[in-house]
T-cell receptor
Framework: ETGVTQTPRHLVMGMTNKKSLKCEQH?????MYWYKQSAKKPLELMFV???????ENNSVPSRFSPECPNSSHLFLHLHTLQPEDSALYLC????????????FGPGTRLTVL | TQLLEQSPQFLSIQEGENLTVYCNSS?????LQWYRQEPGEGPVLLVT?????EVKKLKRLTFQFGDARKDSSLHITAAQTGDTGLYLC????????????FGAGTTVTVRA
């Protein structure tokens, strides 16, 4: 238990569906991150939020839409995805004032049919 | 982009043997993290090292940060089947806004 939770843990969706991934951290951190982990590839940073403000969009396609209503919650809204978007999506958080260390959630395994 | 290279990519050993995983870069990092990840789960933090030459021990795991803060190693003594997993190193630096750069990982399998 790392203090970062993600729901759902597994998601299967068609290319025309709209779904959302949720992340919540109970650590009092101010920065939150979305990563994509595909087979045989290093973790890819997608988005960074700091105190609810987006500070990084790593050239992510617009079919991925993040939302950060407060420092504890992070969403990733998905629409018209492609099969190659199938991956493990990981959320992480960090307290920026005193550490570089990020703490990860368990991830959402996404399969796009 | 700050690249981290991990070696070996795969490692399979017998229970009770020792193993070492390496993480190398041409970039200098302000800190380096090691994570262990099991299939279908998120990476779990093992250690953070921040000082060049630092050695940290976590039970049977020994982590070392290179003097120049460009490389690191993870040594496991008397491996157990529970040590099986994907080991990831990740470095961060002020020049990269403290974003983590990840290695591709080392898959360790410890056989009973």
């Amino acid at each position: 238990e790392t203090g970062v939770t993600q729901t759902p843990r597994h998601l299967v969706m068609g290319m025309t569906n709209k779904k959302s991934l949720k992340c919540e951290q109970h650590l009092g951190h101010n920065a939150m991150y979305w990563y994509k982990q595909s087979a045989k590839k290093p973790l890819e940073l997608m988005f960074v939020y700091n105190f609810k403000e987006q500070t990084e969009n790593n050239s992510v396609p617009s079919r991925f839409s993040p939302e950060c209503p407060n420092s504890s919650h992070l969403f990733l809204h998905l629409h018209t995805l492609q099969p190659e978007d199938s991956a493990l999506y990981l959320c992480a958080s960090r307290r920026t004032r005193d550490t570089d260390t990020q703490y990860f959630g368990p991830g959402t395994r996404l399969t796009v049919l | 982009t700050q690249l981290l290279e991990q070696s070996p990519q795969f490692l399979s050993i017998q229970e009770g043997e020792n193993l070492t995983v390496y993480c190398n870069s041409s970039s200098v990092f302000s800190s380096l993290q090691w994570y262990r990840q099991e299939p279908g789960e998120g990476p779990v933090l093992l250690v953070t090292v921040v000082t060049g030459g630092e050695v940290k021990k976590l039970k049977r795991l020994t982590f070392q940060f290179g003097d120049a803060r460009k490389d690191s190693s993870l040594h496991i003594t008397a491996a157990q089947t529970g040590d099986t997993g994907l080991y990831l190193c990740a470095g961060s630096s002020r020049s990269n806004d403290y974003k983590l750069s990840f290695g591709a990982g080392t898959t360790v399998t410890v056989r009973a």
